[in-house]
């Protein structure tokens, strides 16, 4: 089971709702943006540590692509 899944738009989202944007250079989407960090930060995780997050999210996002859809 992945927790990667692609979007009718394109897109690809993670389990967690970070909704990455590959034709944005794997920026997430403001929306999903907001709602991570509120999220994260309802768990007790620091700016630093969501940003890091998101970050490896993206990493991994695109990642995940490569090895399964080229």
């Known amino acids: 089971m992945t927790t990667w899944y692609i979007l009718p738009n394109g ?3 993670h389990a967690t709702g970070l909704e990455l944007q ?3 250079d794997w920026f997430p989407t403001s929306e999903s943006m907001v709602l991570f960090t509120e999220r994260e930060r309802e768990k007790g995780a620091s700016d630093v540590l969501i ?3 998101m970050m490896d999210l993206a990493r991994d996002g ?6 399964n859809l080229t």
């Open 22 to 24: 590959p034709e944005q």
């Open 51 to 53: 940003v890091k997050y």
């Open 11 to 13: 897109n690809i989202k």
């Open 62 to 67: 695109e990642q995940w692509v490569q090895d």
